[in-house]
């Protein structure tokens, strides 16, 4: 028998320590912090302390606790929650239960054994294959009671040798999350717990490129040169099955496993790959292992050896053999890693089903490719499907092929938010959806829209000619769409970047609910608000999910607007927030807020498939408030970040004082030696400066653009201080202007519409404007596109 390569075992601390642990003949609770708790009973005694599927880590440091225990009970009391246990009885709703300290304290909130996840916020699903609109989703770790549970009893053991195994007995293995509405704190332990989510290469956050299509060498190669000369950049070459032959003896399967470059599609797959790479590409290639590998591949008769295989027969699939886990990888994998492939696309639909009993070949599969890329020097990164609690750890997940519906566009910005709750905080849609449904131009317009304000950006589509994601094969107006905002994604990388090491560090999401920052507002938890999200720590976004109407010629977005000062990223709108309103956009732009004081830094190299730290860096600056963003960058793709190889970049504004730009921290080795930058300040009139670098007065470039006043700094070497040598004024609306505008654009009756200008231009009460709306019986999306304009900063 072949015992497990040590690289493919992971590095796990499960046991906690003594002093957390209170226990019993049958029970066993577990104090890992004073909101989490682990509840064991088993009727033989016998309590786990290896690590599980989900659980990879109990050795926390022990939290303060109170222990109080007589003849009947034990009692455990943490500065937010007293677990009570009568002793002596199985668990049941009336011998364990648990009360709650705090605003939320009270005995409809109280946790019973046996009451799972009420209220559950809910987490995320497996998959949206052939999904039209809506799925059910599992339960996350956060919810509008007091408490969530992770329900550990039967998930499976991962051993010391790197192998799982089934429990033997029936078990109770709960761990009780009594975190009440502090949803960063649940998700930090959570990870604490579970593993952390680790650091995506900065290429993975660019545009990628995927369709099922029969690409010949020649063909593709053309089409990333198209791409380039459109000015559509993308950062990764998502390559499906037909990369390989899939037409052969059917006795061997159905043609979706395979291993062979298919030559008369690439007679050259190695020089393939390195035109690609020369491309500023990176390359992933579609996985379908469930049928090994049959005597056709150019790798069987190796594999066939390796594996013990003499009789001609294919060499058989089993995820749960050390050996073959050894020669999946050694033989099949590697050698096209060597020529250029950079991680693999697991597209895995072959059943739940391996030798072991519960273990689902699918977390087999995203665990070992994870420990292997590892084990290898490169941050795990594969393209696959969710495959439970603890998946966070095998970024990026794949939804899966989608019906291309409005319904469908519409679920995904709430699943991909909602997956946080999880700790899935990386999923990559099917942009424009996958399959069927219908052609709608807008609707293709609005759902890439929503992929640059995604996690993960990746237009894919199925294999027909009607379907191909490129830009031109739309009507003018969404090409442009189209080309704009997927150069605004690459543009964005410095921002989502900064972003994914947040994640990875600090436990927090780049897509987040509402209700993450505002627990206390209903508004938060409302179904019509749902699909609104924070995206990263200055932007909360909106995403627009049904066809525009032909009276406004704009589409909507129905938003809560958080307490506060807003502005819109497009066209620098103020909003004062506390409110609803529709957010009302044409095609070209979407419902994107800034808070007062955000700072954004963007790539400004020009257009480019290159995510690499940019020499020129726009900074664009939000008037309204202090605020300080410090911007994170490293090699972009080794781990050497693990040992200190990175760089961060405080940006510090002082509102209507001055803008610093500190001098760059760390390893300063990862960032380019002469960066320039574009500062760009939005919201501020009347704004006059001077430049110093290093206190030493520094020439400078200054021009003003649509309202905004932007200040070039070139080959900046140390601390550079912008100051406001006048104070500015905060720029307001320009209320009558708009309205005006609208009122010519909206389809409708002139005798009407000359009224409505004359209210404006007069400057009547917007109350006066508003009833007069109402009272004319005019279309509500009139109604409301105007309000929005007149009450913004109301």
């Known amino acids: 028998?072949?015992?497990?390569?040590?690289?493919?075992?992971?590095?796990?601390?499960?046991?906690?320590?003594?002093?957390?642990?209170?226990?019993?003949?049958?029970?066993?609770?577990?104090?890992?912090?004073?909101?989490?708790?682990?509840?064991?009973?088993?009727?033989?005694?016998?309590?786990?302390?290896?690590?599980?599927?989900?659980?990879?880590?109990?050795?926390?440091?022990?939290?303060?606790?109170?222990?109080?225990?007589?003849?009947?009970?034990?009692?455990i009391v943490t500065e937010y929650m007293t677990l009570i246990y009568y002793t002596g009885r199985k668990f049941t709703p009336n011998s364990l239960f648990a009360k709650f300290r705090g605003k939320n304290a009270n005995s409809i909130n109280d946790w019973r054994y046996g009451d799972g996840n009420k209220k559950n916020l809910k987490g995320t699903a497996r998959t949206l294959d052939e999904v039209n609109g809506e799925c059910k989703l599992d339960s996350g770790i956060l919810s509008r009671k007091n408490f969530a549970q992770i329900d550990d009893s039967r998930s499976l053991i991962l051993e010391e040798n790197g192998t799982l195994t089934p429990r033997k007995n029936e078990v109770t293995d709960i761990y009780l999350f009594g975190y009440a509405d502090d949803y960063y704190a649940a998700l930090r332990d959570f990870y604490e717990l579970t593993g952390k989510a680790p650091l995506l290469p900065r290429y993975a956050l660019g545009n990628m490129w995927s369709?099922?299509?029969?690409?010949?060498?020649?063909?593709?190669?053309?089409?990333?040169?198209?791409?380039?000369?459109?000015?559509?950049?993308?950062?990764?070459?998502?390559?499906?099955?037909?990369?390989?032959?899939?037409?052969?003896?059917?006795r061997y399967g159905d043609g979706w496993t395979g291993y062979t470059w298919n030559t008369e599609l690439f007679p050259d797959y190695k020089k393939f790959l390195k035109d690609l790479h020369k491309r500023d590409l990176e390359v992933t290639l579609n996985l379908h292992p469930a049928d090994g590998v049959v005597p056709y591949e150019d790798m069987?008769?190796?594999?066939?050896?390796?594996?013990?295989?003499?009789?001609?027969?294919?060499?058989?699939?089993?995820?749960?053999?050390?050996?073959?886990?050894?020669?999946?990888?050694?033989?099949?994998?590697?050698?096209?890693?060597?020529?250029?492939?950079?991680?693999?696309?697991?597209?895995?639909?072959?059943?739940?089903?391996?030798?072991?009993?519960?273990?689902?070949?699918?977390?087999?599969?995203?665990?070992?490719?994870?420990?292997?890329?590892?084990?290898?020097?490169?941050?795990?990164?594969?393209?696959?499907?969710?495959?439970?609690?603890?998946?966070?750890?095998?970024?990026?997940?794949?939804?899966g092929d989608t019906i291309i519906t409005w319904d469908s566009l519409k679920f995904q910005p709430y699943f991909t938010a909602t997956a946080s709750n999880a700790?899935?905080?990386?999923?990559?849609?099917?942009?424009?959806?996958?399959?069927?449904?219908?052609?709608?131009?807008?609707?293709?317009?609005?759902?890439?829209?929503?992929?640059?304000?995604?996690?993960?950006?990746?237009?894919?589509?199925?294999?027909?000619?009607?379907?191909?994601?490129?830009?031109?094969?739309?009507?003018?107006?969404?090409?442009?769409?189209?080309?704009?905002?997927?150069?605004?994604?690459?543009?964005?990388?410095?921002?989502?970047?900064?972003?994914?090491?947040?994640?990875?560090?600090?436990?927090?999401?780049?897509?987040?609910?509402?209700?993450?920052?505002?627990?206390?507002?209903?508004?938060?938890?409302?179904?019509?608000?749902?699909?609104?999200?924070?995206?990263?720590?200055?932007?909360?976004?909106?995403?627009?999910?049904?066809?525009?109407?032909?009276?406004?010629?704009?589409?909507?977005?129905?938003?809560?607007?958080?307490?506060?000062?807003?502005?819109?990223?497009?066209?620098?709108?103020?909003?004062?927030?506390?409110?609803v309103l529709r957010l009302y956009r044409d095609?070209?732009?979407?419902?994107?807020?800034?808070?007062?004081?955000?700072?954004?830094?963007?790539?400004?190299?020009?257009?480019?498939?290159?995510?690499?730290?940019?020499?020129?860096?726009?900074?664009?600056?939000?008037?309204?408030?202090?605020?300080?963003?410090?911007?994170?960058?490293?090699?972009?793709?080794?781990?050497?970040?693990?040992n200190g190889s990175?760089?961060?970049?405080?940006?510090?504004?002082?509102?209507?004082?001055?803008?610093?730009?500190?001098?760059?921290?760390?390893?300063t080795s990862v960032i380019p030696e002469n960066r320039s930058y574009t500062v760009e300040f939005n919201g501020y009139t009347g704004i006059c400066f001077e430049v110093s670098v290093d206190g030493k007065t520094c020439d400078f470039e200054t021009f003003e653009e649509n309202g905004k006043v932007s200040v070039i700094i070139k080959n900046a070497k140390g601390t550079v201080n912008i100051k406001f040598t006048s104070v500015p004024r905060i720029r307001s609306n320009d209320t009558e202007?708009?309205?005006?505008?609208?009122?010519?654009?909206?389809?409708?009756?002139?005798v009407y519409k000359f009224k409505l200008y004359d209210l404006i231009i007069k400057k009547a009460p917007v109350s006066d404007i508003l009833i007069s709306l109402a009272q004319n019986d005019v279309d509500e999306n009139v109604f409301h596109a105007l309000a929005e304009i007149l009450t913004a900063l109301n």
Request: aromatic share 14%; with cysteine.
């Open 211 to 250: 369709r099922y299509h029969r690409y010949t060498q020649k063909e593709y190669i053309d089409l990333m040169d198209r791409f380039e000369k459109e000015g559509c950049p993308f950062s990764v070459s998502v390559i499906d099955m037909d990369w390989h032959l899939v037409n052969y003896d059917p």
């Open 300 to 399: 069987y008769e190796e594999m066939a050896e390796a594996m013990g295989v003499s009789d001609g027969t294919a060499v058989k699939f089993d995820i749960t053999d050390a050996k073959f886990v050894e020669n999946y990888f050694k033989i099949l994998h590697h050698p096209y890693e060597e020529d250029g492939v950079s991680f693999w696309w697991m597209d895995w639909q072959q059943g739940n089903n391996t030798k072991t009993e519960n273990l689902d070949p699918l977390w087999m599969l995203n665990h070992y490719h994870m420990l292997d890329m590892q084990n290898r020097g490169k941050r795990p990164l594969m393209l696959s499907r969710y495959s439970g609690l603890g998946s966070h750890r095998y970024p990026i997940g794949f939804s």
């Open 423 to 579: 700790g899935y905080s990386w999923w990559s849609h099917d942009i424009g959806g996958h399959m069927m449904g219908i052609r709608d131009d807008e609707m293709t317009a609005r759902w890439v829209q929503l992929g640059v304000f995604s996690p993960i950006n990746r237009l894919h589509s199925t294999n027909h000619p009607l379907q191909g994601k490129e830009p031109w094969n739309y009507s003018k107006d969404t090409e442009e769409v189209m080309k704009n905002f997927l150069r605004l994604r690459h543009e964005l990388i410095p921002y989502i970047y900064t972003m994914n090491y947040r994640t990875c560090k600090d436990a927090k999401p780049l897509v987040s609910p509402l209700y993450y920052n505002h627990p206390e507002l209903d508004e938060a938890y409302m179904e019509e608000y749902r699909n609104q999200y924070y995206f990263g720590t200055e932007m909360l976004v909106s995403p627009i999910t049904h066809p525009a109407n032909q009276i406004t010629n704009s589409a909507y977005a129905s938003t809560y607007i958080p307490e506060g000062e807003w502005i819109d990223f497009f066209n620098g709108r103020r909003y004062k927030g506390g409110k």
């Open 737 to 750: 202007i708009e309205a005006i505008e609208f009122t010519k654009r909206f389809y409708g009756s002139y």
């Open 646 to 667: 990175f760089a961060i970049t405080k940006f510090e504004l002082k509102d209507k004082k001055e803008f610093i730009i500190h001098a760059p921290e760390g390893d």
């Open 587 to 642: 095609l070209y732009t979407m419902p994107v807020l800034v808070k007062a004081g955000g700072i954004i830094p963007m790539a400004n190299d020009g257009i480019k498939n290159s995510t690499k730290n940019p020499e020129n860096l726009k900074v664009r600056v939000f008037s309204g408030a202090d605020n300080i963003f410090e911007l994170y960058e490293d090699d972009g793709i080794s781990r050497n970040y693990e």
């Open 1 to 75: 028998m072949q015992y497990l390569n040590e690289k493919y075992i992971m590095k796990v601390t499960p046991v906690a320590k003594n002093e957390a642990m209170i226990a019993g003949e049958k029970y066993r609770f577990t104090v890992l912090t004073d909101r989490l708790i682990r509840i064991e009973y088993n009727e033989d005694g016998i309590f786990e302390d290896r690590a599980t599927q989900i659980v990879v880590n109990r050795d926390f440091e022990v939290p303060k606790f109170e222990l109080k225990q007589d003849n009947e009970k034990i009692e």
